[in-house]
């Protein structure tokens, strides 16, 4: 008899497998069928309808549930009928919006795509929601807070914000089974202290201080261990574990405690990646934690994966570093310095800003993109080098002495390369890479 269970089991498992996609094909999914086009910061809540109409075009169901302090609509999408309910929202910060275009992908594939395993079996065994801008405020500003200043994630208990009622009134009206908090961190967080940076970051929400183990956060670990796995082949060394201290007031330790275990999935930056290569990221996770749940074979993972990630940290880091910069004083060549410089968040289409944070010898400091200038005079557009500027550098090879109270020098004298906004506008590999 336990030979025939065991059997049985065996076959099952292997049934599991053979039906899942691996993680390159679900890639290759998205890469084929994803209708996100725009880079997600340049997504406004007028794109995000236009969105939500072509899956409901699909069949998805999709429905207002509440509005915005300034009154713009907040929508709930919806698929599957079955008794696993799963619940995920993005962009409570308006500025955190890369989960949002996954989500919009995810609910597109699904739909279209009824006679894949993975999503016939989904489709009986969950029903999923989801709120795919939950702060529309601050999306259409680009910011963290919504109109009234109120960071929502914050607001749990207070529940000042109309966004954080909503949230709370979606959760107890329904009792979902799990729960996807579903953000974007800072491009500078690292996988560990020297680490590289931390591209997507995982949490298993305690719902207490004491960090009390239930049998839905232990089945979380699982999951997240199993999208761990999943990205690991496109983002090695760029995974990490979220601080897990206690934040009573915010809303994944609430829903944790309240009974709805929650899953924090935060979004970070990649050097030499886009913003789309992330909603892939975002994609995979989300397509393995659904397969996972809906095939039951979240129960074979070990929690080994994503106990073991390194945690997030930062310091000792920037965007860029440019090493051994000769400048000139009047007539007079300056010792060579170190200058570090780091990008603030914008929308894409934005002009990036690029800020000088530090000069000198700059030993503890590293940048994810570094350039050596030896053997090149640089300028500013402002003359400066001082923490604050903006970043606009003129390179020029060997000794270059220029009248800088002529207005538009560099078009009188033109440089070999120059960098502004975070690129290379002129002589892109004149410059040696270092990093």
């Known amino acids: 008899m336990k030979i025939a269970s065991l059997l049985f089991l065996i076959v099952v498992f292997v049934s599991v497998k053979m039906n899942a996609q691996s993680p390159n094909e679900i890639a290759e999914t998205w890469e084929n069928e994803h209708i996100s086009k725009i880079f997600p910061s340049d997504v406004r809540h007028a794109d995000l309808k236009k969105y939500l109409d072509v899956l409901r075009e699909d069949g998805i169901k999709v429905e207002e549930v509440g509005r915005s302090n300034a009154n713009r609509e907040i929508y709930q999408m919806e698929i599957g009928t079955g008794p696993i309910k799963v619940f995920l929202w993005s962009q409570m910060h308006g500025d955190e919006p890369t989960a949002t275009s996954a989500l919009i992908d995810l609910f597109h594939y699904m739909k279209t795509h009824p006679e894949v395993e993975w999503v016939k079996r989904a489709e009986k065994e969950l029903t999923i929601r989801a709120v795919p801008m939950l702060n529309p405020d601050g999306a ?20 000042k914000t109309p966004e954080g009622r909503l949230l709370k009134q979606l959760r107890a009206d329904w009792n979902p089974s799990i729960g996807f908090n579903l953000h974007n961190q800072q491009s500078l967080t690292l996988a560990g202290a020297r680490g590289e940076q931390a591209s997507i970051s995982l949490l298993v929400v305690y719902g207490d201080a ?8 232990v089945r979380n670990k699982r999951i997240a261990s199993a999208i761990v796995n999943a990205l690991r082949p496109f983002i ?35 050097v030499g ?20 749940l809906a095939s039951g074979s979240e129960k074979n993972e070990s929690i080994a994966p994503y106990m073991n990630l390194p945690h997030n940290a930062s310091g000792g880091v920037t965007h860029f570093v440019f090493r051994n910069v000769t400048t000139f004083n009047g007539t007079a060549a300056q010792p060579p310095v170190d200058v570090a410089a780091v990008q603030e ?6 002009f990036q800003t690029i800020k000088i944070t530090s000069v000198g010898k700059l030993r503890g400091i590293r940048g994810l993109e570094e350039y ?10 402002n003359q400066k080098f001082r923490p604050g500027d903006l970043v606009e ?12 109270n002529v207005p ?20 892109e590999g004149i410059v040696k890479k270092i990093r």
């Open 140 to 159: 259409e500003a680009y910011t963290r807070r919504n109109l009234q200043g109120i960071d929502i994630n914050r607001d749990a208990v207070d529940l």
């Open 210 to 217: 004491a960090k009390t183990d239930t049998d839905g956060l």
């Open 236 to 270: 090695a060394g760029h995974i990490a574990r979220y601080d897990d201290g206690y934040t009573s007031t915010a809303f994944g330790d609430n829903f944790s405690a309240w009974g709805t275990p929650v899953i924090l999935i935060e979004t970070g930056a990649l």
């Open 345 to 350: 968040r914008r929308r894409a289409s934005y």
């Open 393 to 404: 550098f003129y390179f020029y090879k060997g000794v270059k002495v220029l009248d800088r």
């Open 372 to 381: 050596d200038a030896t053997g090149f005079t640089v300028y500013q557009r």
């Open 273 to 292: 990646k886009d913003e789309m290569y992330l909603v892939k990221m975002n994609f995979v996770a989300f397509v393995t934690a659904i397969n996972s």
């Open 408 to 427: 538009n020098f560099e078009k009188d004298d033109p440089p070999d390369a120059i960098f502004a906004g975070g690129k290379w506008v002129k002589g």
